[in-house]
């Protein structure tokens, strides 16, 4: 029997089977939502007067498969119920009537984002996504709106680094042209948040018709998605209640890069001197910019 889809139903559904203890922790995180998304077990531990311990067993009493599957169908809630003009109101709100005051509420966002970054993220998880990205024939990158820009820089970075990548960031029958270039040994990378939509549903379908392996970055979409793809990278676009805040992904993106460079250091080394090469016929004279290689040359004193 399938768990009930909300976390409002999961807890009418088991209220009677579980602990007090594990009642009062449910009891919080129903009442601290945004607190639950960013904050690690033991920090709500400590904010409910329990333990760390407790607070995991009281999820997974709930149905969910730990602590990552209950924030992502807390976002999930969040993000369904509020509009964005609902969450530039609660942004605002947090800001305050002083404007200066962004910078810190903004920096505060992205430093627990960062933290949930790193707690979410784990070790197999990245080396999972950078041996994919190495090993592809040709990677592609799905995002639109926002997440067009990120696919495009993503594309951008993984070509210099002499990796072949395409960013698809059209929508309707303009995608279609890029689909046509799907084939077996293909990577399909997509940041995607909210809903399955049309687009997302045809690239997944032509996707497993041409064998290509599948990445997902969200903060909504793991759980219903996670029989679709290959592996889940859980990345938070900033609290779930508010704007939505981009630092986590980029920080994600960088350390997939550096990771894939040092996977493939000579072929992404080779493929900057050649960038370099190029550069330099362009500008009509010796440009003597930096690569990966005069920077380790600098640093060892050679």
Known sequence: ????????????????????????????????????????????????????????????????????????????????????ASRMARTLSE???DPGSALEVTLDIHQKSLEGLRRDIT???????????????????????????????????????GIDALSLTQTGLLLADSVQKFKQGDLLMIFAYGRVYRELRVLLDQADRRGLAKILFSD??????????????PVARGRADMLSMHTATLALIEALLVGVASERPKETIASLEALNKVRTALAGKEMGLPTMQSGARGKSGV
Do not use: W
């Not at 579980?18 to 009062?24: D, T």
């Not at 999820?59 to 807390?74: C, P, Y």
């Open 1 to 84: 029997m399938e768990p009930p889809a909300t976390f409002n139903d999961r807890l009418k559904a088991c209220a009677d089977r579980i602990s007090p203890a594990e009642q009062r922790v449910a009891r919080f995180f129903q009442e601290n939502r945004e607190e639950v998304l960013i904050a690690s077990a033991s920090a709500l531990a400590r904010q409910a007067g329990t333990s760390d311990a407790t607070v995991v067993r009281t999820a997974k009493a709930l149905g969910f498969s730990g602590m990552e599957e209950l924030r992502r169908t807390l976002a999930r809630e969040l993000r369904e119920n509020l509009s964005p």
């Open 123 to 161: 070790p197999d998880r990245f080396q999972s996504a950078i041996r994919a990205i190495a090993g592809a024939r040709r990677v592609f990158i799905f995002g639109i709106g926002p997440s067009a820009a990120m696919a495009d820089y993503f594309k951008v970075q993984l070509g210099r680094f």
């Open 95 to 97: 800001v305050g009537d």
């Open 220 to 233: 909504t979409l793991g759980a219903k998605l996670r029989g679709r793809v290959d592996l889940v990278l």
